[in-house]
Nanobody, 126 residues
Framework: QVSLAESGGDSVQAGGSLKLSCVAS????????IIWFRQVPGKGREGVAS???????DYLDSAKGRFTISQDIFKNTVYLQMNGLKPEDTGMYYC????????????????????WGQGTQVTVSS
């Protein structure tokens, strides 16, 4: 049974930071591509950051320089460090797993994902 459990979402002011966590069970993260997506009501889902089993990372253009995705293989956990948060970063953040070693480039909107977490809400106020 595969599960992905996100945590770390919160309400912060613009310019603040949050660190999201995605704990995986039933799969080993270094044998998959783990992706963070976000969804805003009324807008489409967008891929924010991804990390492949080979360690390669990719980011949404608006996240580059502010967000960092990382993985702790021993904890089987993927993190998303978000700095310099902006109101437009507000949304429900989901962790997803694509059971391929290498991630798609660009990240896309999630058609490649095999498993999804329940999401964690990030709200950034101006």
């Amino acid at each position: 049974q595969v599960s992905l459990a996100e945590s770390g979402g919160d309400s912060v002011q613009a310019g603040g930071s949050l660190k999201l966590s995605c704990v995986a069970s039933g799969i080993r993260i270094h044998f998959a591509c783990i992706i963070w997506f976000r969804q805003v009501p009324g807008k489409g889902r967008e891929g924010v950051a991804s990390v492949g089993g080979d360690g390669n990372t990719d980011y949404l253009d608006s996240a580059k320089g502010r967000f960092t995705i990382s993985q702790d293989i021993f904890k089987n956990t993927v993190y998303l460090q978000m700095n310099g948060l902006k109101p437009e970063d507000t949304g429900m953040y989901y962790c997803a797993a694509d059971l391929h070693l290498n991630c798609l480039n660009p990240i896309g909107t999630g058609a490649q994902a095999d498993y999804w977490g329940q999401g964690t809400q990030v709200t950034v106020s101006s």
